[in-house]
């Protein structure tokens, strides 16, 4: 989340609250956020752990 925050040009906390949908960020800079994670290959925690369950269950 860190080399978004320096991509996007804000605070780490704000990459948090975009990728979660608060509504204390701006729509406008969600969608930044939202272009530059998808555009770095970001994965979120959940999604990453998801993926992680298929591949195994892929596998067997």
């Known amino acids: 989340m860190v080399d978004i ?7 780490p906390s704000t990459i948090s ?4 949908g608060s509504s ?3 729509p406008q800079t969600r969608a930044r956020i939202a272009q530059i994670a998808r555009e770095s ?3 979120a925690l959940k999604a990453y752990q ?3 369950r298929r591949e ?5």
């Open 5 to 11: 925050a320096l991509l996007a040009g804000v605070n």
């Open 41 to 43: 290959g970001y994965i």
């Open 50 to 52: 998801a993926r992680l």
């Open 56 to 60: 195994k269950n892929s596998r067997s």
């Open 24 to 26: 204390a960020v701006t």
């Open 17 to 20: 609250r975009a990728l979660s």
